[in-house]
């Protein structure tokens, strides 16, 4: 008998101000397999927000997982609690993200130089979950300068006492100092090999990698040396990416032609989502078609598409009045109208 594929053999990046529920229902046409992340939510937000705004989701968004920043145990417990009831797959804890900001509030990744910490916040999310639902962590290889092995090796060995069995290991460090979050993924160098070697030390754990994969073909590289790959600005920019994950990865069905059919047939399902968005809540079109940007990109006109859903002076034409416009425009065939 052939052994489940991991759950987390392939996944889309949290990613701030990118993955919100609109970006994420979006994917989910693209891909019905792939697990999914939100933005990452503190547990201040958790305990002081508002809710319904930070943990509600679409139901064709499982499988779903919620990505919290925090570290008192007892509000990462509370967060656990609260994507139980929400009905998420998985909780995951940052500890990877390098901004200030977060520092601050003493998580992301500054977390990676108290691994005690992590693992008594881990022990708290388990007592509470039991097996409901997995607790899981993003991180990276090391922060600042510290480029040892064994920083990031022992990272995970200690947090797996906890129980934690799956880590999503961001290969590349953390400056916690002098760069930028933008700087911070893409300048300190990408060690892939480090992510496959923690794979060899830890045979018993699932070690998915994140960082720098851009192509199925990638993909496909890693997943011979670790459990699961999970793919960020790539998926994003360029989400046509996605579209064959389903057939070569998870086995569901026929490579599909990615044509200007399957273009317009995803288009069309977000237009549907877009006017039910409108109806209900009131949703602005452009918060929702800022994430389909990509969709025509590497296609005659893909530029002209984009310029008209990014035009604010259509913001009240009927949604598909300006689709109209934005494929006359792709085609070459009329100028923009109703401005």
Known sequence: MTAPLSPWRLSVAPMMDWTDRHCRFFHRLVTRHTLLYTEMVTTGALLHGDLPRHLDFNPEEHPLALQVGGSEPADLAQAARLARQWGYDEININCGCPSERVQRGAFGACLMAEPQLVRDGVQAMRDVLGNDLPVTVKHRIGIDRIERYDFARDFIGTVAEAGCTVFIVHARNAWLQGLSPKENREIPPLRHALVHQLKRDFPHLTIAINGGITSSDQVAEHLAAVDGVMVGRAAYHEPVVMADWDARFWGDGTLPVVD??????????????????QAARGTPFAHITRHMLGLWNGQPGARRWRQVWSDHRLKALPVRQVAQQAHAARCGTATLAGA
């Open 260 to 277: 200007d059919a399957w273009r317009l047939a995803i288009e069309d399902r977000m237009l549907a989502y877009i006017e039910a968005e």
